[in-house]
Nanobody, 122 residues
Framework: QVQLVESGGGLVQAGGSLRLSCAASRTIFSINTMGWYRQAPGKQRELVAAITSGGRTNYADSVKGRFTISRDNAKNTVYLQMNSVKPEDTAIYYC????????????????WGQGTQVTVSS
């Protein structure tokens, strides 16, 4: 069964850093684009960053220059390094795996993790 397990969320002060991890089964990790999405209260789920199996990355404009997505193929794990965080980064962050031909903007696709809460205090 496909499984994505996120970790690393928590409370951080504005300007600080946090690293999220998502461990996936080997099969799903090796063939899919891995992504991080977030959903704040009262808002729709949105793409934060994604990385293809070949290492090509895609970022939301709001996090460019602050967040970095990476993947460790030996560990079947994708990371989201969050630097210079802001209160508006507060959300539940979800890991997602999807076929590379599927649009990143459509949250109806792919397999999802259970989510991890990130709270940024001002």
């Amino acid at each position: 069964q496909v499984q994505l397990v996120e970790s690393g969320g928590g409370l951080v002060q504005a300007g600080g850093s946090l690293r999220l991890s998502c461990a996936a089964s080997r099969t799903i990790f090796s063939i899919n684009t891995m992504g991080w999405y977030r959903q704040a209260p009262g808002k729709q789920r949105e793409l934060v960053a994604a990385i293809t199996s070949g290492g090509r990355t895609n970022y939301a404009d709001s996090v460019k220059g602050r967040f970095t997505i990476s993947r460790d193929n030996a560990k079947n794990t994708v990371y989201l390094q969050m630097n210079s965080v802001k209160p508006e980064d507060t959300a539940i962050y979800y890991c997602n795996a999807r076929r590379p031909e599927l649009p990143l903007s459509d949250v109806a696709f792919g397999v999802w993790g259970q989510g991890t809460q990130v709270t940024v205090s001002s």
